[in-house]
């Protein structure tokens, strides 16, 4: 074994090397606080280790990355875990660089002969920065999509060559799958690449000059190696600890809805170390914005950039203290009045609120049987009718229409319905409802509509109000036959329960409630003046209806207000499938595991 | 490490404090390789993407000729590659071939050697691995004693349905003497 180790130290001086790494002289012995620079390098150990593992599942396209990502976090086993650690520890390590940036000024460890190595440490801060930037657009979700948006258009405002300088950053003039391979570049292969440099620099200048030993001494001085390495060492471990108390806590980083370039998201914020940028940002009205986004973040930096010049003064290192903690308490308060806005604002807690739940439908999606199909995951939530009903609803209907008494996404609508509500429309309790005497005139029905005082109401109120106990019995009979016609998935076991009422009330329709006196019912029927009850509510029939209400199936001329969605072009078949199925409750749903 | 090295009159070392810090450094890096290595290693863990093979339907019957003759098809099934599934795509390629008698047999066309596309040329009546040059006779056993391939063309389990004809499509691993599923 001694014989071996000579032999490699006779090829290779390790000997001499470890010698040199280790048994570095620390005057005044091992102190807490040195451990903030070789924390960093530690938190940079585990980027690089979990980053590399994460490359081998990632896939940079804009019709991959979010699926990948989807994959990673929730098919590969410990997949969720190893993203979480990699985005905690980039939070620990933005926390981590701004205490060593501290220590170094309040130590006056920037100052000669250490000019250059304190310059090698902001180069490094800010390229850390740069990862955390790159990387938050990786998984391509709505959130690092639109957050990303702001940074990359904040550097086309760069004076001279902004435009040209965004093309760079973004691969062209939009979005897509070269902003994604450029930005994967620049995460993985570029910028690690220049920190591994720059870190390398910054430690060998460090070793040149000595560590910057806080006075006074209360301890006899010692050796890197084993004592100020063990600090270091339960440094590392409290790294770990807190990020893995992170990950569990948070159950990993989050991965919001696949991108989408039609869908607003305004709960987008940059991550919370660039918050105070962003509300900075807030300040400056239109055309000023270089100002804030650019001139004064770099002067900032360039006045950090002359502190070992300025520190040369009498004065000097007691500006640049004053000027470390004015920019940092600026950070702090103005990352703080960012949340503040944000707690205060019920807009703001909506649009998360609708964040989280599309997050959560597309990896319900992601997981179904279907899966993710080969046009991008962005597809699963444009075509789900969960997502997309009450979105179209809103926009398309609720001007007329009520859901539930609001416009579909939970808003109260001001103006008074003019058409029925919907919300239920093909069940047996939408159908009696329609069918009882103290409920058809209302709002609810046709109370909004010029329907209001037509045969339909006049019937119901009239014939049906003194209808006897027999007759009452066919009526709960047709009312289950004609919401069968719906074939809703939510009343499919009652409508086979209850097949034999169901086929006397198709009976009954005709010969007892005299539906078919007006309505054609399962027998074509040309003097018919009111909709089609044959396949009432079932999704052909919702779709006819939008696409041409005024049909002779339907309302014909007697239409007054319902456009034709089809035939205007206002909606595709596509989107109008998707009302229809989600105004009959059919959409994927996940079985209870 | 001796004192030679170190004129200044510097603690002794501590075997305790060398221990914990190498146990302590050692703990907190194995976490970030460990969760690496789950993650790293998950493929050995799940199974194929594809699940267990099912019969795919492959052509009907009436562009099969009873001659004997090898012909080449494609496999159409649904794909699950890793996080995007695709219904009705080529997922590989065999040879059908139907007796006088009227029996249909499927060959894989991948090479049982070294996984190359085996070639069926009809002059030769024979199937040729332009690879390593292991060639099979039409009904896939080795022509050739000093053929590389260690076993004969993988036969696929055959249904005629009616009139059409099915096959369970699998793939084999290379190299063995027995046909050992990849799946």
Request: glycine fraction near 8%; aromatic fraction near 10%; charge should be positive.
């Amino acid at each position: 074994m001694k014989a071996l180790w000579e032999w490699l130290d006779s090829r290779t001086g390790i000997r001499h090397l470890a010698q040199e790494a280790l048994m570095e002289k620390i005057p005044g012995g091992a102190r807490w606080r040195y451990v903030w620079g070789s924390a960093l390098t530690f938190c940079l150990a585990i980027q690089f280790i979990t980053g590399v593992v994460l490359w081998a599942a990632y896939s940079p396209g804009a019709k991959s990355a979010w699926e990948s990502v989807f994959y990673i976090q929730h098919e590969m086993a410990g997949g969720w875990f190893l993203r979480g650690l990699h985005h905690y520890t980039a939070q620990i390590m933005v926390v981590l660089l701004a205490l060593h940036l501290m220590q170094v000024v309040i130590d006056g460890a920037y100052k000669a002969p250490r000019e250059v190595n304190f310059w090698f440490g902001l180069a490094l801060l800010v390229v850390t920065l740069g990862l955390a930037l790159t990387g938050y657009l990786l998984p391509w979700d709505q959130k690092g999509y639109w957050a990303t948006k702001v940074a990359t258009n904040i550097a086309a405002i760069t004076p001279v060559f902004g435009s040209q300088i965004e093309r760079l950053i973004v691969g062209g003039s939009d979005y897509g799958n070269l902003t994604l391979t450029r930005f994967f570049a620049l995460h993985a292969g570029i910028l690690p690449g220049l920190i591994v440099v720059l870190v390398v620099g910054h430690i060998a200048l460090f070793r040149r000059h000595g560590i910057t030993a806080k006075k006074p001494f209360r301890k006899p001085d010692a050796r890197f190696w084993p004592d100020q390495v063990l600090m270091d060492a339960v440094a590392a471990l409290a790294v770990v600890f807190t990020v893995v108390a992170l990950t569990l806590y948070f159950r990993g980083a989050e991965l919001t809805a696949p991108a989408d370039p039609s869908e607003p998201y305004s709960a987008a914020r940059p991550e919370w170390y660039f918050l105070f940028l962003f509300q900075f940002l807030k300040y400056f009205p239109g055309g000023t914005e270089v100002w804030g986004a650019i001139i004064i973040p770099s002067l900032v930096l360039g006045v950090m950039a002359l502190m070992p010049m300025l520190g040369q003064w009498k004065l000097g290192h007691r500006f640049n203290l004053l000027f470390l903690g004015a920019i940092l308490l600026g950070a702090v308060v103005l990352t703080f009045e960012a949340k503040l806005q944000d707690a205060r604002d019920p807009e703001y807690w909506k649009a998360v609120e609708r964040a989280h739940r599309d997050s959560q439908r597309a990896v319900e999606l992601a997981k179904s049987p279907t899966g993710i199909p080969e046009g991008g995951a962005a597809l699963l939530l444009r075509r789900d009718p969960l997502t997309q009903g009450p979105r179209l609803f809103s926009q398309h209907c609720a001007g007329c229409h009520r859901f539930d008494g609001n416009d579909g996404l939970g808003n109260a609508v001001q103006e008074a319905a003019s058409a029925p509500d919907l919300k239920g429309f093909g069940s047996r309790e939408w159908l009696a409802g329609i069918l009882n005497p103290e409920k058809v005139a209302t709002a609810h029905y046709f109370g909004g509509t010029k329907f209001k005082d037509g045969k339909m109401v006049r019937f119901v109120q009239q014939k049906v109000a003194k209808y006897s106990d027999a007759k009452r019995a066919d009526l709960a009979k047709v009312i289950l036959a004609v919401s069968a016609e719906a074939a809703l998935p939510a009343q499919a076991e009652l409508d086979e329960r209850d097949k034999l009422q169901i086929e006397e009330g198709r009976v009954l329709a005709r010969d007892s409630v005299n539906c078919t006196d007006c309505h054609q019912f399962r027998k074509p029927d040309e003097d018919a003046t009111a909709p089609d009850l044959t396949g009432w509510g079932s999704r052909e029939w919702l779709v006819s209806i939008i696409s041409n209400p005024a049909h002779t199936r339907f309302y014909g001329k007697r239409n007054d207000r319902m456009p034709a969605f089809a035939e205007t072009g206002q909606l595709d078949a596509e989107k109008i499938g998707i009302l229809a199925d989600w105004l009959r409750g059919d959409w994927y749903r996940a079985r209870a595991r | 490490m001796s004192s030679d090295t170190s004129p200044d009159a510097l603690p002794r070392r501590c075997f305790v404090k060398e221990a914990a810090a190498v146990a302590l450094g050692g703990a907190a890096t194995l976490v970030p390789i460990v969760s690496g290595l789950v993650v790293w290693t998950d493929p050995l863990r799940s199974g194929s993407a594809n699940g267990k093979a099912s019969f795919s339907r492959i052509t009907g019957l009436e562009s099969l000729p009873a001659d004997g003759v090898p012909r080449k098809f494609t496999v159409i099934a649904d794909k699950q590659d890793a996080w995007t599934k695709t219904p009705n795509v080529p997922v590989g390629a065999i040879y059908l071939s139907r007796s006088a008698k009227g029996d249909v047999t499927a060959f894989q066309s991948i090479c049982p050697h070294a996984g190359c596309f085996v070639e069926f040329r009809s002059a030769k009546n024979e199937f040729f691995c332009p690879c390593h040059n292991s060639s099979f006779f039409s009904d896939g056993s080795i022509n050739d004693p000093r053929s590389p391939s260690p076993r004969p063309m993988d036969t696929l389990a055959v249904e005629v349905r009616g009139n059409e004809v099915w096959v369970r499509f699998e793939t084999f691993q290379a190299g063995h003497r027995e046909k050992i599923p990849t799946a």
